[in-house]
């Protein structure tokens, strides 16, 4: 038998194609319900803590026209006769971060215009006194800074204030000593000359409105200082700036070493460029000298050659370290 030869398997020839028939795709299978997610309530993001700015009034009293509740010194500022709390508005800005500036609202005034005047001086050094006795904790750092009528005001609250809660510094601007003040002379005690004298007339003269309410208020403050009497007591132990603008038309000297007597802690006296009244409503005043005096550096003279100083410092075991 013949070895069988093997055979090529034949080719399929071509084949029809069936016609292409459109398919529907089959409907998606549906997914799984997503668990929900809880979600914490929606809080409002947290954002970095910004300084205050914007002015605060703190009871009826004062004005904090830039707050820094962080500031390490806390300034008490005490107005000129006629003068309101915003007076100290550009030295407040000034001044921060070093101090935080608390300017007296006197009453018969602005805000305040409801509110009556204390009959006299000692009345009104009274009502001060214990309206900033609880602003001055002990251990808490706080100046006073008066200008003019406001000079004596601030030293006879510093000294109506119980030992622990006085001032560490008391800065008195435009004034003479306590025992010099009742030796004015009667002229001095005219409102509308004293606000022509203080350089203030210009600022309110375009508003008749204006100039009545100014000379209401000085006459209110000059009828207040009119009953002041010095009287012989033991000096404070805060450290005492007195201060004279070099073209002060209302002081009949710049010579203010009759402060020094007022103090058993460290002294000097200062003649700044300005007029009687160093920080208004349009200039902040003697920053500078302040900043220094705050943060506890020494005071330089100022670079001005139109100023002229002269320094005397009485040193005890209670002088501050200024």
């Given at each position: 038998?013949?070895?069988?030869t093997?055979?090529t398997?034949?080719?399929?020839?071509p084949?029809a194609?069936?016609?292409?028939?459109?398919r529907q795709?089959?409907?998606a299978?549906?997914?799984?319900?997503?668990?929900?997610?809880?979600r914490?309530?929606?809080?409002?993001?947290?954002?970095?803590?910004v300084?205050?700015?914007r002015?605060?009034?703190q009871?009826?009293?004062?004005?904090?026209p830039?707050?820094?509740?962080?500031?390490?010194?806390?300034?008490?500022?005490?107005?000129h006769?006629?003068?309101d709390?915003?007076?100290?508005?550009?030295?407040?800005?000034?001044?921060?971060?070093?101090?935080?500036?608390w300017?007296l609202?006197?009453?018969?005034r602005?805000?305040?215009?409801?509110?009556?005047?204390?009959?006299d001086?000692?009345?009104?050094?009274a009502?001060?006194?214990?309206?900033i006795?609880p602003h001055l904790a002990p251990?808490?750092?706080a100046?006073?800074?008066?200008q003019?009528?406001?000079?004596?005001?601030?030293?006879?609250?510093?000294?109506?204030?119980?030992?622990?809660r006085?001032?560490?510094l008391v800065?008195v601007?435009?004034?003479?000593?306590?025992?010099?003040w009742?030796?004015?002379?009667?002229?001095?005690?005219?409102?509308?000359?004293?606000?022509r004298?203080?350089g203030?007339e210009?600022?309110?003269?375009a508003?008749?409105?204006?100039v009545?309410?100014?000379?209401?208020?000085?006459r209110t403050?000059?009828a207040?200082?009119?009953?002041y009497?010095h009287q012989?007591?033991?000096?404070?132990t805060?450290?005492?700036?007195?201060?004279?603008?070099?073209?002060d038309p209302?002081?009949?000297?710049?010579d203010?070493?009759?402060?020094?007597a007022h103090t058993?802690?460290?002294?000097d006296?200062?003649?700044?460029p300005?007029?009687?009244l160093?920080?208004?409503?349009?200039?902040p005043?003697?920053?500078?000298?302040?900043?220094?005096l705050?943060?506890?550096r020494?005071a330089?003279?100022?670079?001005?050659?139109t100023?002229?100083?002269t320094?005397?410092?009485?040193?005890?075991e209670?002088?501050?370290?200024?």
């Open positions: 038998m013949s070895p069988t093997p055979t398997p034949a080719t399929p020839g084949t194609r069936p016609p292409l028939v459109a795709r089959p409907a299978a549906p997914l799984p319900a997503t668990p929900a997610v809880r914490a309530p929606a809080t409002t993001p947290v954002a970095a803590p300084p205050a700015t002015p605060r009034i009871g009826d009293w004062f004005l904090l830039a707050p820094r509740p962080e500031a390490a010194v806390r300034l008490f500022c005490f107005p006769a006629g003068g709390a915003t007076a100290f508005t550009p030295l407040a800005r000034a001044l921060a971060p070093a101090a935080e500036v300017a609202r006197p009453p018969a602005g805000g305040r215009s409801r509110d009556p005047m204390p009959a001086f000692a009345a009104l050094t009502e001060v006194a214990r309206e006795a251990g808490r750092r100046a006073f800074y008066g003019s009528f406001g000079a004596l005001l601030a030293y006879e609250v510093a000294r109506a204030l119980p030992a622990d006085r001032p560490e800065v601007a435009g004034a003479p000593s306590p025992a010099e009742t030796e004015r002379e009667s002229k001095d005690l005219d409102a509308a000359e004293l606000l004298l203080t203030l210009e600022l309110v003269s508003d008749p409105e204006l009545e309410l100014a000379l209401g208020g000085i403050d000059l207040v200082s009119a009953t009497r012989p007591h033991p000096p404070l805060s450290a005492l700036y007195a201060l004279a603008g070099a073209d209302m002081l009949a000297t710049t203010l070493s009759g402060w020094a058993r802690g460290a002294f006296q200062l003649v700044l300005g007029g009687h160093l920080a208004t409503v349009d200039r005043g003697p920053v500078d000298l302040l900043t220094s705050l943060s506890g020494a330089a003279a100022p670079t001005s050659s100023a002229t100083a320094a005397r410092a009485t040193a005890t209670e002088q501050p370290s200024w």
